[in-house]
Structure formats: structure tokens, C-alpha cells
């Protein structure tokens, strides 16, 4: 982050790195998990926290906001047919410059007892969980790969339309697990300090 933000000053700074190491944490725990029990997938996850300024936000008091999606690579054999795939989970946090002052409170770890709610960190923990666990009315992200892999592999299939069909597979996962964790966490659908 920029010199002079409120993540690079004092306590804040603190709570910052705390915040990045446990999604760290969680990134490989669940990466090696769903890898664990991948057939013919192999994951990956990365996250981004960026700061935009206030019009980027529907609501202006909106402090940030998570989203994610799974991107998927087809590898191919010499022969041309499908050999395996690499997919990776994007979670992005979108930080609001305009409400720096609730960015202690969103960068809780724990649940505040004040606020009954978690900080931004749970949307990304239930992202992850989500790789291998049903969540949001969605099967575990890596049995909807497992499934496609296998439908694919071995198969003559173009490496573009083998990742779109493995990319369209995941959109449903992304936006259910997505709309699950705002419902959890979110009474208005973005979080608010």
C-alpha cells in the first residue's frame, strides 16, 4: 500500500498484516485441501486488496467489498486432447478511501461483540471453505472441477472451449457461494461499520 494510507500507520498497519497473514494461512490450508482430493485439477488461489476512491461503491458508506471467481487453464497433451486443468480462485477486496476510519473494524479477525459481525476477512474464509465444502446451496468448488475434468480429459476438445466449459461450470459455484456469504455477513449486501 502507498505511503501515508491508513494500512502503512501505527495500529492500523498492525491489524493489516495480521489480516493478510490469516488469509495467507487459509489460501494454503484450503488450496492443499482441495488438491488432496483433485483428480486431473490442480489448484490455486490468489487475493487482492486495492483501494478505490467512494464512486466506485453503490453506497457511499459501503466500507469495502469482496467478490470472487475461478479461472481455469486447459492443459493439452501432445496429442491434442485434454490432459488436466489448472484453475485459480481470484478473491478480490475492494477497500472505499472515503471510510478509511471503519478499516480497524473491518480488519477484525475475530467477532466483535459490538458490531455482531466479522470483518471483511470472513468473505474471503467462506470463498475458500467453499472449495470443498457445500455452501450457498453450491457443491464444493473442487467436485464441480473434479466432475468437468472428467468429463474432458482424454477428449479432443480445443483448449479455449475446454477452459470456457470449465469456467462456466464455476460461475454458478462463484455466484452462489458469493450471494451466501453476503447473506451471512452483510445485512445490506456490502459491509457497512
Known sequence: M?????????????????????????VEKSVSKANAASRNVKWSANFSNSI?????????????????????AAVMNANGTVGSFNVNLQININWNSG???????????????????????????????????SYGG????????????????G????????SSRMDGALGDWAYKTMRQSRIDHDESGEHIY
Open 99 to 133: 471510510q478509511s476510519a471503519y478499516f480497524g473494524s473491518a480488519l477484525r479477525l475475530d467477532r466483535s461483540e459490538w458490531l455482531g459481525k466479522t470483518g471483511e476477512i470472513e468473505h474471503s474464509r467462506d470463498a475458500l471453505r467453499a472449495l470443498t465444502s
Open 2 to 26: 502507498r505511503a501515508g494510507s491508513p494500512f502503512t500507520n501505527g495500529e492500523m498497519l498492525g491489524k493489516a498484516k495480521d489480516y493478510v497473514a490469516s488469509i495467507r494461512s487459509t
Open 138 to 153: 453450491a457443491p464444493p468448488a473442487r467436485d464441480i472441477a473434479n466432475q468437468q475434468a472428467d468429463s474432458m480429459v
Open 155 to 162: 477428449q479432443s476438445i480445443p483448449e479455449g472451449a475446454a
Open 52 to 72: 478505490k476512491s467512494p464512486e466506485n461503491f453503490k453506497n457511499p458508506r459501503t466500507v469495502a467489498t469482496s467478490d470472487w471467481s475461478a479461472k481455469s
